[in-house]
């Protein structure tokens, strides 16, 4: 059902501090994309930064400093979040 991980989004009190660490420390890449979004590049994985203080349609009730969310790509685009909710709900 799944194929892949598409990305992992870090929600982060300090993002300058946060893009500071990865960046320097860890040697990752910062992007930007969509509109003023960034996010950290190594190899072909990529970590979406979420500042806590923001708040964005689809993101978290409750963005916790820390806290990972994990995007998971599906095998078919046929399998929407509704499909997965109805899943889930099923199975779990």
Do not use: W
Request: proline share 4%.
């Amino acid at each position: 059902m799944m194929k892949s991980l598409d990305h992992l989004v870090l929600t982060t009190r300090n993002a300058a501090k946060c893009i500071d660490f990865y960046t320097r420390v860890l040697g990752m890449e910062l992007e930007s994309f969509g509109q003023g979004r960034r996010a950290l590049r190594f190899g072909e994985q990529k970590i979406n930064l979420h500042d806590q203080n923001t708040v964005t349609d689809g993101y978290a009730a409750y963005p916790t400093p820390g806290s990972l969310d994990i995007c998971l790509e599906p095998r078919s685009r046929n399998h929407r979040p509704r499909f997965f909710r109805d899943y889930l709900s099923r199975h779990a």
